[in-house]
């Protein structure tokens, strides 16, 4: 990018397997803390404006983009 070229690949996989660890440590750190599933249920547990389902969800979704990106670097 210096020279005026442009993103390679090998970068945007490092780049985007880093964004993705950054995720599901978050995501992690939501799920250990999160109370039992009938628990958060029943009282309306949300962690960052989310609920636990959500955080799963974003949870399985960034793990998979994980897996993706640092095979294919």
Known sequence: MANGKSLSTRAFLSIGS??????????????????PCSVANSIGWNFMLMGKETWEAVHIAFALSFIILASLH
């Open 18 to 35: 880093a964004l993705a660890s950054i995720m599901l440590l978050i995501s992690g750190i939501a799920l250990y803390t999160a109370p």
